[in-house]
């Protein structure tokens, strides 16, 4: 495998992707801790699901009408891809994608950055590693923050719309995306290798 260094975003793509934060939902009285952990776990679920294989979990965190955009990261990693709509287009796509591979996502630092009692906005950043089922010394290892939209469907909090983005990433871009990366013109690897 070739020798990888994370790759350093500038200031601009920091806030190129961080511009998806922002929404003109009004914000009210900040949720209570309870209806907080609720909207944290619609992304709980969402990362769960993947890593234990479990669709149904994973097809819990979003509303039937959800979209999902990973336009970003698949386009650094020398994919193009469209924004996923629905969420039965949604699970069928990620684990088609994940079917031979073993993840973990870890989501730290999330904020609720918009709240109305109804709908609400969370900021989250989520480390997603990736590596082949039956080869775990290739891996690929995103740091990527996710803007979700959300809304209150019944007891529980769902995702409307998530865009990730990515903030860095390191390792085999083909672990995700294999016909993509074979053919990707800036490469990944170090200069000084």
Do not use: C
């Not at 709980?44 to 970003?72: H, I, K, N, P, V």
């Not at 709908?119 to 010394?137: F, I, K, N, Y």
């Amino acid at each position: 495998m070739p020798n990888t260094v994370p790759q350093i975003p500038s200031r601009e793509d920091i806030r190129e992707v961080m511009a998806g934060e922002a929404h003109s939902a009004p914000r009210r009285n900040a949720p209570t801790a309870g209806e907080h952990f609720e909207i944290v776990d619609a992304l709980y679920r969402f990362g769960a699901g993947q890593d234990l294989r479990d669709r149904g979990l994973f097809e819990s965190a979003f509303a039937a009408d959800a979209t999902l955009d990973f336009t970003g990261p698949a386009q650094r990693l020398g994919a193009r891809i469209p924004v996923f709509s629905g969420r039965q287009a949604i699970a069928d796509t990620v684990f088609a994608n994940i079917a031979a591979l073993d993840t973990t996502h870890t989501v730290t630092n999330p904020r609720v950055t918009a709240y109305d009692g109804d709908r609400a906005t969370l900021s989250a950043l989520v480390e997603a590693q990736h590596l082949p089922r039956d080869d775990h010394s290739r891996h690929l290892l995103l740091k990527n923050l996710y803007t979700a939209e959300l809304r209150r469907q019944g007891d529980r909090w769902v995702i409307q719309s998530l865009r990730i983005g990515n903030v860095w990433l390191t390792g085999d871009p083909s672990v995700l995306f294999p016909q993509a990366a074979a053919t990707r013109s800036d490469s990944l690897e170090s200069p000084h290798a």
